[in-house]
């Protein structure tokens, strides 16, 4: 597997906000840093995380109307919150825009929002790298310096960490929350 990292990033700069690329090109860093730390193949990591976002910069309609022109299924929760769909988008883009033919990669991306049980290791890099990137703000995120470190020794525990926030911050805000995270959390936290 082999791909120009250099020329996507170039392609992601004309669809992407600037925000957007930096936090992209955080991800792909922080997901090339715990590849190593878990012995997980480098370049599959970089790849996934730099393309997680390739879909997230579009309007909840936009996403919507995608979706539904390339046949991807669509939950009630997503077609309520379409910005949901960006992971399933940006793995179809990522194959078929990008190229990229690796299914794990492409399960990564579906993923990397909401999580999934039993996620493979590339999924879980993703999920956590994409919340702890550097240009995340430990003001707007509890406990986020925590849940960094602890990435770097127990994965499991750092995903449970990130679902419970997420769950939590979902639930403050009276925002609707996906099945799959719920799914996810109740996994991780028997695992752990």
């Not at 099945?179 to 109740?186: C, G, I, K, S």
């Amino acid at each position: 597997m082999e791909y120009d990292i250099l020329a996507l990033q170039k392609s992601l700069t004309a669809i992407m906000t600037e925000k957007r690329f930096y936090h992209s090109l955080g991800v792909q860093g922080m997901s090339f840093a715990l590849a190593i730390k878990y012995g997980y193949d480098m370049d599959k990591a970089n790849l996934a995380g730099l393309l997680h976002d390739c879909a997230k910069d579009m309007k909840d309609e936009e996403l919507i109307a995608e979706c539904r022109k390339y046949k991807l299924p669509i939950t009630e929760v997503e077609n309520r919150n379409g910005f949901l769909l960006h992971g399933k988008l940006g793995a179809f883009y990522a194959e078929h825009k990008y190229g990229v033919t690796d299914t794990e990669i492409l399960s990564a991306i579906y993923y990397h929002t909401t999580g999934k049980p039993d996620m493979t290791l590339l999924e879980m890099i993703i999920f956590v790298a994409d919340y702890i990137e550097p240009n995340r703000s430990s003001k707007r995120i509890p406990a986020l310096n925590s849940i960094r470190q602890t990435a770097f020794y127990d994965l499991n525990k750092a995903t449970v960490d990130i679902l419970e926030n997420t769950l939590s911050y979902l639930e403050k805000e009276g925002q609707e929350i996906d099945q799959l995270t719920v799914d996810a959390y109740e996994y991780y936290k028997i695992r752990i």
